[in-house]
């Protein structure tokens, strides 16, 4: 049973759109949410976190939201670029077990010139 | 700084042999984590060092798997006998502090034929 879902697979969008994807969680107990971004033949990289405690958390062109009523988690990324193209995976934790994430299967973003 | 390094990049065994993979952290960082990510699933938490001693071992498999972190440096995941499920990547990952985003090195890919 998946605790975090990621449901659209693959994502595309024009350079210089906004990318949007989301990921939906379904354990209450998660205070802790992280998106990473991985190229082929390479480990995540980590992009940007948010706490439970906030709902905003912005870095340069990403923005990560934070729907706690909804469990719901967005990654925005404005404006794309062709380099923004990889897979994004979400993940998330609780307090008792920080170094156990519990991750999507990914979305695949395509950035076209 | 060096990051995190993981060996061999690719395994092709039989099934019933033996693997060995190793994982060096980035200096200096006390956690390590082992994961892995079946084809077409999600990332998923084996285990946590802290220094030489397990964490937490909840996502470890089965008794085929054995991990160590000897001297608290770097560690090796055996798999003994492997099986054709075993297949998949292998991704390390380490943290100086168990709250700190995780960095991932870049994986090992073992076929299991």
């Known amino acids: 049973d998946q605790q975090v879902k990621q449901n659209s697979p693959s994502l595309s969008v024009q350079e210089g759109r906004i990318s949007i994807l989301n990921c939906d969680y379904t354990?209450?107990?998660?205070?802790?949410f992280l998106w990473y971004k991985k190229y082929p033949a390479e480990g995540p990289t980590f992009l940007i976190s948010?706490?439970?405690?906030?709902d905003k958390n912005e870095d340069g062109r990403f923005t990560v939201f934070l729907n706690k009523s909804a469990k719901h988690l967005s990654l925005h990324i404005v404006p794309s670029q062709p380099g923004d193209s990889a897979v994004y995976f979400c993940?998330?934790?609780?307090?008792?077990?920080?170094?156990?994430?519990?991750f999507g299967k990914g979305t695949k973003l395509s950035v076209k010139p | 700084e060096a990051g995190v390094t993981q060996f061999p990049s690719h395994s092709v065994i039989e099934k019933g042999q033996t693997v060995t993979l190793r994982c060096d952290p980035i200096?200096?960082?006390?956690?390590l984590y082992w994961y892995r990510r079946v084809m077409g699933k999600e990332i998923k938490f084996l285990l946590h060092?802290?220094?030489?001693?397990?964490?937490?071992e909840s996502g470890m498999p089965n008794n085929r798997f054995l991990a160590e972190r000897t001297g608290g440096t770097y560690s090796t995941l055996k798999v003994q006998p492997a099986e054709l499920e075993d297949s998949g990547v292998y991704f390390c990952?380490?943290?100086?502090?168990?709250?700190?985003?995780?960095?991932f090195g870049n994986g090992t890919r073992l076929t299991v034929t």
């Open positions: 993940a998330a934790s609780d307090r008792g077990s920080q170094g156990n994430l519990i």
């Open positions: 060092f802290v220094k030489e001693s397990k964490q937490d």
């Open positions: 990952a380490s943290s100086a502090l168990v709250a700190s985003p995780l960095h």
């Open positions: 948010i706490s439970s405690i906030k």
């Open positions: 354990n209450s107990m998660f205070d802790y």
């Open positions: 200096s200096g960082h006390d956690n």
